[in-house]
């Protein structure tokens, strides 16, 4: 196989998510949350976050680490104010990362048929694709993460130094990985000098971050401790391996089996090349991806969704050991490549094809301008419910108007306000006598009702208002608990 038949095939693959990535997902709360403090700043010139329940947020936001932040701030100074121009910079991230990678695994003189399985594998990854263009920081980890380790290999040391100080204000699940990674360029860049150097490259991002905020220690760890208690792996030794071996892989045991199996065979190769090579270069993918995997063992919650630049250092590990032994690619492998084919592609082409056959359910636009003309503004209002009143908020830009997740309360009474109005599908039966005001109408779904229903739309989000403070408590009071 051409390598030029590798890129056309990766670009095939993503034409039809460069189509569809304002459709899928929709609006939803991880990519709310990372918005709302560039939103807040774009409004009132200040770094906080309204939407965030954790205390303290309100006068200065230090709960999430700054990489998505920071990119959001950049981005909105710009772009329109749609939902589609906000989630474009994360997917051209997401394939500057993966084009990266694939030059990376190139140079190693890796077999095109392996080259094209290992991408599949990445990109069809559950983690992964679910993620690449929504908004959360796994996107910028991994195409970060894919260019320290180009600019590792390429001997480009002042460069990996930089992007590994980007990783350090990413997430605190990548501290172990970023610790191995900093450790191993100050040992590569040779000379008092160098060193020094990248010293101060690895920690500029965060010192200019806290720079700018005033160096708001206290404020850092009272912040960020609270977010991170409730994302820590928990019970006793065995529990948590038993948690992250089958729980933190439980997604995948339906639609993807391999990739658990293939995450407990890496630790083979892993091991094998840091016996071989020891504290050099093609041991690094596999020591930084040991270390990290040991660390979110005992450590980190298992959730799926921090798996993407867990993964792509996976498959890295299985690149380098299949081109030093220069395996070929069977002729009957190549055959159950492409019979395996339909599986591997699955929850991508489903995905697209809910949202290509959902097109007007999914429209985000839509929902904003049908919010415009039903939400009337007169006073201080109050918006709670559904992910996509966010965007709507951003784009009206009038600081009478605040919007609110039903599930984070915290920072939001009703008495502030001289109307609340909810956005969703119903309300609680306890408050069933309440009417809405307007209702998203569309045409009748293309696909039968039980299929249509199975994946989220904007498809019958109603309006309600909200006539007391007792109802605005029915809807939002049991989430009212207090937060750190």
């Known amino acids: 196989m051409k390598r030029s038949t590798v890129y056309w095939i990766i670009v095939l693959f993503l034409l039809p998510v460069l189509l569809a990535f304002s459709r899928t997902p929709v609006a939803w709360l991880d990519e709310t949350m990372n918005l709302d403090p560039a939103v807040q700043w774009h409004l009132y010139g200040a770094y906080v976050s309204k939407i965030w329940p954790n205390q303290g947020t309100e006068r200065v936001f230090l709960a999430y680490l700054p990489l998505v932040e920071v990119f959001h701030l950049a981005n909105l100074a710009w772009l329109p104010k749609t939902l589609t121009a906000i989630r474009l910079p994360f997917l051209l991230c997401f394939i500057a990362g993966l084009f990266t990678w694939v030059c990376l695994l190139e140079s190693w003189k890796l077999k095109s048929g392996w080259l094209l399985l290992l991408v599949g594998l990445l990109a069809c990854d ?63 860049s040779e000379g008092l000098i160098r060193k020094l150097r990248a010293v101060v490259l690895i920690a500029a991002p965060a010192f200019l971050w806290m720079a700018w905020l005033g160096f708001p220690f206290e404020e850092l760890r009272a912040q960020l401790l609270g977010q991170s208690a409730g994302h820590g792996a928990d019970g006793n030794i065995v529990n948590r391996i038993w948690q992250h071996v089958w729980h933190r892989f439980m997604p995948y045991y339906a639609g993807q089996p391999w990739v658990p199996l293939l995450h407990l065979l890496t630790w083979w190769p892993a091991w094998k090349l840091m016996r071989k090579y020891g504290w050099d270069l093609k041991a ?89 003309r039903s939400l009337p503004v007169n006073g201080k209002t109050l918006l709670i419910g559904h992910s996509i009143g966010h965007y709507y908020l951003w784009q009206r830009q009038d600081t009478l108007l605040d919007f609110a997740l039903e599930i984070y309360p915290q920072k939001f009474s009703f008495n502030n306000y001289a109307q609340v109005y909810y956005l969703g599908k119903e309300l609680p039966r306890a408050l069933s006598y309440i009417k809405p005001v307007a209702t998203y109408t569309l045409q009748p779904p293309l696909l039968p009702v039980s299929l249509d229903n199975r994946s989220a739309t904007y498809r019958g989000l109603q309006l309600y208002l909200l006539p007391d403070l007792k109802s605005m408590e029915a809807l939002v009071g049991v989430y009212r608990k207090p937060y750190p």
């Open 126 to 188: 559950r983690a992964v694709f679910e993620i690449l263009r929504s908004g959360r920081s796994e996107t910028l980890e991994l195409a970060i993460l894919a260019g320290t380790l180009f600019a590792i290999f390429k001997n480009r040391m002042p460069l990996a130094a930089l992007l590994a100080g980007l990783l350090w204000i990413a997430h605190p699940k990548l501290w172990a990985l970023t610790g191995i990674l900093s450790l191993f360029i100050l040992w590569k």
């Open 284 to 372: 690094l993918p596999g020591l930084l991806w040991m270390g990290q995997d040991l660390f979110w063992m005992f450590i980190l919650a298992p959730h799926y969704r921090y798996l993407p630049p867990h993964q792509l250092l996976m498959y890295t590990v299985w690149a380098i050991w299949i081109a030093e032994k220069d395996w070929a690619l069977p002729y009957r492998m190549r055959l159950a490549m492409f019979a395996v084919a339909p599986l591997l592609l699955f929850p991508w082409a489903s995905r697209l094809a809910y949202a290509f056959l959902q097109w007007e359910a999914r429209d985000p636009q839509a929902v904003v301008n049908w919010l415009n």
